[in-house]
């Protein structure tokens, strides 16, 4: 599995549809907060068959995590690249992350 912190994910609901926390709070550990939008993740240009979660890291302010398994197939390298995109599940706009590199044995 693979753990990515990164920003700018959007829209936050928590598990019984509380309000995301204000902007510069300090994300609880009683609420989890995950994204509205549903989030993919390419992996040396594989898609990642499981986001196991996406949403605000506890303790942390406006620092989002994407846990995903690894997809079978990626070649290793030491500059494999990651995308990670959100989809609006509402209107279907997507945006995808800037393109950053791993290292896979």
Do not use: C, H, K, W
């Given at each position: 599995?693979?753990?990515?912190?990164?920003?700018?994910?959007?829209?936050?609901?928590g598990?019984?549809?509380?309000?995301?926390?204000?902007?510069?709070?300090?994300?609880?550990?009683?609420?989890?907060?995950?994204?509205?939008?549903?989030?993919?993740?390419?992996?040396?240009?594989?898609?990642?068959?499981?986001?196991?979660?996406?949403?605000?890291?506890?303790?942390?302010?406006?620092l989002?995590?994407?846990?995903?398994?690894?997809?079978?197939?990626?070649?290793?390298?030491?500059?494999?690249?990651?995308?990670?995109?959100?989809?609006?599940?509402?209107?279907?706009?997507?945006?995808?992350s800037?393109?950053?590199?791993?290292a896979?044995?």
């Amino acid at each position: 599995n693979l753990v990515i912190y990164m920003t700018g994910l959007g829209s936050l609901v928590g598990a019984n549809g509380e309000q995301e926390p204000a902007d510069g709070a300090i994300a609880p550990t009683s609420t989890i907060y995950r994204t509205t939008s549903n989030i993919g993740v390419m992996i040396g240009g594989v898609s990642a068959p499981t986001v196991q979660f996406s949403g605000l890291t506890p303790t942390l302010t406006a620092l989002y995590q994407v846990n995903v398994q690894m997809p079978g197939g990626v070649t290793p390298g030491s500059a494999v690249p990651v995308v990670v995109t959100a989809t609006d599940p509402t209107t279907g706009a997507t945006a995808a992350s800037n393109t950053v590199t791993i290292a896979v044995q």
